[in-house]
T-cell receptor, first 119, second 109 residues
Framework: NAGVTQTPKFQVLKTGQSMTLQCAQDMNHEYMSWYRQDPGMGLRLIHYSVGAGITDQGEVPNGYNVSRSTTEDFPLRLLSAAPSQTSVYFC??????????????????FGQGTRLTVV | GQSLEQPSEVTAVEGAIVQINCTYQTSGFYGLSWYQQHDGGAPTFLSYNALDGLEETGRFSSFLSRSDSYGYLLLQELQMKDSASYFCADTGGGNKLTFGTGTQLKVEL
């Protein structure tokens, strides 16, 4: 199993350009999400999905779109890049569990990240 | 809103024990997770507390008190490779994670 695979690893964009960050997982996880991490800070949730065809907004969704047409893939689209979107982006997947449960089902697996610079 | 507060930095010597605290104010709290992140790397899962009490996994233990809105991560027999950032996270419904501010742990000889 490859786990969670993100591409590209590095990207430089000009202000106003659009692009798609790819994320794929091969663990048959229902739940996938996108986070951004700014220097010296924790991760903030952008968008998430609890299954194919279902997406919802997280804490910082503005400027980003997502879709979930298959269980495996969850791409993140930047519509018109801005310097404020310079960040490291992480995709994550996990089992979708609601309520109190045991540890193995709550583990989130992260991709290696995409380092995006918008100039 | 939701917030999870951690000390920004902790320093300890190799072989020692260190505790990283996390206090939270969240709505709809499900449980507390802990993640480790080395510089330039992806976060990796360490531990999860769904119920009050102590969970032990090798050199790492994690504790949760729901009545105090408080948890901690305990690292024993510190090694140089433990130098990293540690994040607590509220594990919301559907495994939606809200991360804390993060603690940078420096392990010295």
């Amino acid at each position: 199993n490859a786990g969670v695979t993100q591409t590209p690893k590095f990207q430089v964009l000009k202000t106003g350009q659009s692009m798609t960050l790819q994320c794929a997982q091969d663990m048959n996880h229902e739940y996938m999400s996108w986070y951004r991490q700014d220097p010296g800070m924790g991760l903030r949730l952008i968008h998430y999905s609890v299954g194919a065809g279902i997406t919802d907004q997280g804490e910082v969704p503005n400027g980003y779109n997502v879709s979930r047409s298959t269980t495996e893939d969850f791409p993140l689209r930047l519509l018109s890049a801005a310097p404020s979107q310079t960040s490291v982006y992480f995709c994550a997947s996990s089992y979708s569990i609601i309520g109190v449960t045991d540890r193995p089902n709550t583990e989130a697996f992260f991709g290696q990240g995409t380092r995006l610079t918008v100039v | 809103g939701q917030s999870l507060e951690q000390p920004s930095e902790v320093t300890a010597v190799e072989g020692a024990i260190v505790q990283i605290n996390c206090t939270y104010q969240t709505s709809g709290f499900y449980g507390l997770s802990w993640y480790q992140q080395h510089d330039g790397g992806a976060p990796t899962f360490l531990s999860y507390n769904a119920l009050d009490g102590l969970e032990e996994t090798g050199r790492f233990s994690s504790f949760l008190s729901r009545s105090d809105s408080y948890g901690y991560l305990l690292l024993q027999e510190l090694q140089m490779k433990d130098s990293a950032s540690y994040f607590c996270a509220d594990t919301g419904g559907g495994n939606k994670l809200t991360f804390g501010t993060g603690t940078q742990l420096k392990v010295e000889l």
